[in-house]
């Protein structure tokens, strides 16, 4: 379950590789051994997501498997 949190961390944010010519994409940083932060990249002072790290799992397998 994603826990909606506000931005109080330093982290190195990653981009995807599919992001458009604008940058507009989602963003992906490790917050802690745990957890999975996820936030809008146009909205970046807005609040985050937060995933335990084998929820973010299961979603990303999730969407692999609905892709194929």
């Known amino acids: 379950m994603a826990a909606l949190l506000q931005q109080s961390?330093?982290?190195?944010?990653?981009?995807s590789s599919y992001s458009s010519v604008q940058g507009n994409c989602v963003e992906v940083a490790g917050c802690r051994r745990c957890d999975v932060v996820v936030r809008d990249s146009k909205q970046r002072a807005f609040?985050?997501?937060r995933f335990a790290r084998r929820d973010w799992t299961d979603l990303l397998v999730a969407l692999i498997r609905q892709g194929n």
Do not use: I, Q
């Open 9 to 15: 961390h330093a982290t190195p944010w990653r981009r």
């Open 47 to 49: 609040a985050v997501l």
